[in-house]
Nanobody
Framework: QVQLVESGGGLVQPGGSLRLSCGAS????????IGWFRQAPGKEREGVSC????????VYADSAKGRFTISRDNAKNTVYLQMNSLEPSDTAVYYC????????????????????WGQGTQVTVSS
C-alpha cells in the first residue's frame, strides 16, 4: 500500500540547516505531486512546497522562498526538503503527502488536496 515516511528532523540553532527526506513506497513518484507541509502547535497545517514527480517543477510558499529547496530522486522514490537559514518560526512537525492534482492546482498548497500523509518529523529551531 501507499506509504510515506519522513525523516531528518531535529533540533537546530537559528540560521542552521536541515535536510528532510520523504521515502515513498507502494507507488512511483512520476504519477504524483509530492508536497511538504508543516504544523506548529495550535496552528493549522500549512503548505511549504511541492514538486511534480514527473517533471520536477516546483512550488514554494512565500515563507520558504529563497531558503528551502525541494527536490526528488525518482530512482530512490524519495523527495527531499533542504532547509537553510532556519528561524524559530520554522519550528513545527513537517509532513509529506501526495496528490494526483496537477501542479497548477497544487500550487495553492492546500492540505486538503493531498493525502496519504506520513507520520511527520519534528523540526525545532532554538538557541
Amino acid at each position: 500500500q501507499v506509504q510515506l515516511v519522513e525523516s531528518g528532523g531535529g533540533l537546530v540553532q537559528p540560521g542552521g540547516s536541515l535536510r528532510l527526506s520523504c521515502g515513498a513506497s507502494g507507488f512511483i513518484l512520476d504519477d504524483y505531486v509530492i508536497g511538504w507541509f508543516r504544523q506548529a502547535p495550535g496552528k493549522e497545517r500549512e503548505g511549504v512546497s511541492c514538486i511534480s514527480g514527473s517533471d520536477g517543477s516546483t512550488v514554494y510558499a512565500d515563507s520558504a522562498k529563497g531558503r528551502f529547496t525541494i527536490s526528488r530522486d525518482n530512482a530512490k522514490n524519495t523527495v527531499y526538503l533542504q532547509m537553510n537559514s532556519l528561524e524559530p518560526s520554522d519550528t513545527a512537525v513537517y509532513y509529506c503527502a501526495i496528490s494526483r492534482i496537477n501542479l497548477g492546482r497544487a500550487r495553492y498548497l492546500r492540505y486538503w488536496d493531498f493525502g496519504s500523509w506520513g507520520q511527520g518529523t519534528q523540526v525545532t529551531v532554538s538557541s
